[in-house]
């Protein structure tokens, strides 16, 4: 089954800390370039992070310094560690392949942030 699966959201307090992951089936993970996006609601979508065949990374400049995308390609998986959140962290993060409307995207994990 093609698919992939993003767990890890919560509610936290500001300053806190998530690890996001999300894990991949059916495709070709080791040769595709993978991105987080989050969505507020009432906003726009964002794309938070991609991550590149090899490890090279790209952020959404209100994250940088505090998010780290990584991608483990022998499990299928990419990470999104998150620290120092902030009440305009929150949103359904959802991992994709590929950038949006490309590829394959999950349902979404929640993160919400309290101030």
């Known amino acids: 089954q093609v698919q992939l699966v993003e767990s890890g959201g919560g509610l936290v307090q500001a300053g806190g800390s998530l690890r996001l992951s999300c894990v991949a089936s059916?495709?070709?993970?080791?040769?595709?370039?993978m991105a987080w996006y989050r969505q507020a609601p009432g906003k726009q979508r964002e794309l938070v992070t991609t991550?590149?065949?090899?490890?090279?990374?790209n952020y959404l400049d209100s994250v940088k310094g505090r998010f780290t995308c990584s991608r483990e390609d022998a499990k299928s998986t990419m990470y999104l560690q998150m620290n120092d959140l902030k009440p305009e962290d929150t949103g359904v993060y959802y991992c994709a392949s590929g950038f949006w409307g490309t590829g394959i995207r999950g349902r979404g994990t929640q993160v919400t942030v309290s101030s």
């Open positions: 991550i590149a065949i090899g490890g090279a990374t």
């Open positions: 059916g495709i070709g993970f080791s040769r595709m370039l």
